[in-house]
């Protein structure tokens, strides 16, 4: 299987290669404020209001869209799964974007934070397609493979062998497409975020996880490395403006 990446996201993966770069930093002890159990609550609902804007200003719909508007023709139906959905706003960029050329989509949307689903549901009243299921990814089964697997801005919420067992089952329940995106690591990414969150972006909760998860996201080779552990083979792989990259098989 041969995949075309779009050549103005081709990177220079051997310079990234060759940059010396501190290894990648997890202590499974210490857990994103979002991901702690806990009730819905105004601090929740605004650190995940927070993750919207963030995914609308710094290029998460964008890249989500470029891959599905070559991947959803129009009067087509598409199966699909969103694997840690938040607060679903992906799912509901993908309906909106499959209602304007007259295709039809299912979308399951799984996350294992019962706050986090109720908040998701209360936003999509309007996106029948879309079907909650609380549920952790790593041990999702499902009886029916996916046209589409989706994994947003999430890998690095997990350890190395969490994160190549989520790859892996990103693999095993798509039948034609899996798009992962995440941040990729460096000095772009940290200054960034230390500015956002110091400037802008100053509740505890997103200030906080926003930072953890810069330290814990995966260099563009780290990432590599992951999706071939995890059985991946002849998969693109592309880095994105704002310190996004993505890893998909078509």
């Not at 609380?134 to 989706?150: G, H, K, M, T």
């Amino acid at each position: 299987m041969s995949t075309k990446i779009p050549a103005r996201f081709i990177s220079v993966s051997g310079l990234l290669s060759k940059q010396r770069m501190a290894r990648r930093r997890f202590d499974p002890a210490v857990l994103e404020m979002m991901d702690r159990p806990q009730p819905v609550s105004a601090e929740l609902q605004r650190d995940l209001e927070r993750i919207r804007q963030l995914n609308r200003l710094f290029g998460s719909y964008q890249l989500i869209l470029e891959f599905v508007r070559r991947w959803i023709k129009p009067q087509s139906h598409v199966r699909i799964v969103d694997l840690a959905t938040g607060s679903a706003d992906i799912p509901r960029q993908i309906v909106d974007f499959a209602r304007s050329i007259g295709a039809t989509v299912d979308i399951d949307a799984l996350d294992q934070q019962s706050a986090t689903l109720e908040i998701a549901r209360s936003l999509s009243g309007n996106y029948p397609e879309i079907h909650f299921c609380e549920a952790d990814v790593l041990r999702f089964e499902c009886i029916e493979s996916y046209d589409l697997v989706l994994n947003t801005m999430t890998l690095h919420h997990f350890s190395d062998s969490d994160a190549v067992q989520l790859l892996r089952r990103c693999r095993e329940l798509s039948r034609k497409f899996v798009l992962v995106s995440d941040l990729r690591r460096g000095s772009l990414l940290r200054v960034g975020v230390h500015l956002l969150t110091a400037l802008i972006f100053r509740e505890p909760m997103t200030r906080f996880d926003a930072r953890l998860s810069a330290e814990r996201a995966f260099s563009f080779s780290e990432l590599a490395n992951l999706a071939r552990r995890a059985g991946w083979t002849n998969f693109g792989h592309g880095n994105f403006r704002f310190a996004r990259q993505a890893i998909w098989i078509e």
